[in-house]
């Protein structure tokens, strides 16, 4: 099998990481952090504090308690969204959004906030200069995507976020596809928000994701229950992290969370980043040699997520797929990829897209193997028809 579908979730894990997730769940003495003062519940709590703290030096923040550990980035969005938008509130976001974000704003919407679309250009790129008349004084927040999940296009955070701080939003950032590639700094970079999921290029277990924020926010509670702290309240507590923390911790998985983060800061993110900008580079070479193939974003740029969309003029994405994956043991995505306005904006709602995703893990014969397949396709569809 040849994995190209890392997008999704890197199914080949670092192997600290999952030593580290067999070694916790042989442990005797995790139990149920901040749950407890004897010594198995504060064994268990120090174990997702260090995680903590190992996730605020990822992403420079200074104070580990403002990280918040969800079950993904869904939850946290949702956690973030709902926890601050209220009835009124305007917000400007991107037509290149995932539904994470997408399908929050709409119910918000419908109970009352106003929403204006930052749109694209052809080649899927974000076209900021109409920025500055879409916010105005009173935005709540400007809300992004740090790389497009369907053609990789990476935007300008740092000029996005003067943006936002110019008029007072909050400057709020997917980081889903681009955690584990890109260095991000709340403090450096602007960012007042920060949500993403462990387990794509974090190399984390699924079932682990993380909310950072620059500083303490008015958030209300989304999901309500047990804190381990003022259980006599009728309310869940506001405060970070536990407004983002209802319920018991996944605290196998923070520790697998947590070696992920040890293996890319071990390797170091620029070393990370070449990698796979090779990667992405020797398949775009590649590509050049298949006929009737289209190629979505501006994949040849610097600055890129390690993600491809391509197409075959005129074949469904999902005949494709199969085809790689039945006759050759390739793994990719077709669809729409959660993105339905990204879709919209390329013109490919009715065929979708078929994404191909490099990993660590990812060998440059994976890649020759993947272009040689989309050439034997194109050719025997070619006579098919």
């Not at 929050?104 to 250009?121: C, F, K, V």
């Not at 277990?205 to 924020?213: D, E, K």
């Not at 071990?266 to 775009?284: A, C, I, K, S, Y």
């Amino acid at each position: 099998m040849i994995y190209l579908d890392n997008a999704a979730t890197t199914a080949q894990k670092p192997k600290a990481v999952q030593e580290a997730i067999c070694q916790a769940i042989s442990r005797t003495d995790l139990g149920n952090p901040a749950r407890g003062s004897h010594e198995a519940a504060l064994t268990a709590f120090r174990e997702v504090y260090l995680v903590r703290e190992k996730a605020a030096r990822f992403f420079g923040v200074s104070d580990p308690r403002h990280i918040a550990f969800t079950a993904n980035a869904t939850e946290g969005l949702n956690r973030v969204l709902k926890g601050l938008l209220r009835p009124g509130d305007h917000v400007v976001t991107t037509v290149t959004e995932h539904n994470s974000v997408l399908r929050p704003l709409y119910q918000l919407a419908r109970e009352g906030i106003s929403i204006d679309w930052l749109r694209t250009d052809e080649a899927g790129r974000l076209r900021q200069d109409p920025l500055l008349s879409l916010l105005r004084s009173g935005t709540r927040a400007l809300i992004v995507s740090a790389a497009s999940n369907v053609t990789g296009n990476v935007p300008d955070l740092c000029a996005l976020a003067q943006a936002a701080r110019e008029v007072g939003a909050l400057f709020i950032v997917d980081a889903s596809q681009g955690a584990g590639i890109f260095s991000y700094d709340l403090a450096r970079d602007g960012i007042d928000v920060l949500c993403t999921t462990g387990h794509k290029s974090l190399y984390g277990p699924t079932g682990t994701g993380l909310v950072a924020v620059a500083r303490e926010l008015p958030f209300s509670p989304v999901f309500s229950g047990g804190s381990g702290i003022h259980s006599f309240d009728h309310e869940h507590p506001k405060a970070f992290p536990e407004v983002m923390e209802s319920g018991t911790a996944n605290t196998l998985g923070i520790i697998g969370l947590g070696a992920g983060m040890d293996y890319l800061a071990q390797r170091g993110l620029e070393t990370v980043q070449e990698e796979l900008r090779t990667l992405r580079l020797r398949f775009l070479e590649g590509l050049q040699s298949v006929p009737n193939l289209i190629v979505y974003g501006t994949p040849e740029a610097k600055e890129h997520a390690p993600v491809v969309g391509v197409n075959l003029k005129g074949v469904p994405a999902s005949e494709v797929a199969a085809r790689l994956d039945e006759d050759y043991g390739i793994c990719v995505r077709p669809g729409a990829h959660c993105a339905p306005l990204m879709h919209e904006a390329l013109g490919t709602k009715e065929q979708g897209i078929v994404r191909f995703s490099f990993s660590t893990f990812t060998k440059e014969t994976d890649i020759d193997d993947a272009v040689m397949a989309l050439k034997d396709i194109q050719r025997l569809l070619k006579g098919a028809q």
